[in-house]
């Protein structure tokens, strides 16, 4: 499967961007999907998770980092095999590279032991005061 995020920019604080993740290759909603970002110097966090589709009904169960609860949303958009991350009420602490990676098991879970058998390019999304 290949990964393409896009969605990423410069935004003034209080603002809003959403991020995509859009699949080639293989079906996404077999697999959980992570969020993840890194600002410079800093170690690479993970901000948010979907699991993997239940039922037709549910597009799966979402943790989110306590940095971002509340301000942040993590959705698919199954008719694009998409995954998107809305990110609202920013703040200039949110400024980092934005990576999607797919959950390297079938039919997964949100879990802290996740590996990851492909990643997204990175978005930058840089958030003024």
């Known amino acids: 499967v290949q990964l393409q995020a896009s969605g990423g920019g410069l935004v003034q604080a209080g603002g809003s961007l959403r991020l995509s993740c859009a699949a080639s290759g293989d079906d996404l909603d077999d697999y959980a999907v992570h969020w993840f970002r890194q600002a410079p110097g800093k170690e690479r966090e993970e901000v948010a998770c979907?699991?993997?589709?239940?039922?037709?009904?549910?597009?799966?169960?979402?943790t989110y980092s306590d940095s971002v609860t509340g301000r942040f949303s993590v959705s698919r958009d199954r008719s694009k095999n998409t995954v998107l991350l809305q990110m609202n009420n920013l703040k200039p602490e949110d400024t980092a590279v934005y990576y999607c990676?797919?959950?390297?098991?079938?039919?997964?879970?949100?879990?802290?032991?996740?590996?990851?058998?492909?990643w997204g390019q990175g978005s930058q999304v840089t958030v003024s005061s």
């Open positions: 990676a797919r959950d390297a098991l079938y039919d997964s879970n949100c879990r802290r032991d996740a590996t990851y058998d492909s």
């Open positions: 979907i699991s993997s589709v239940n039922d037709w009904t549910d597009d799966g169960s979402t």
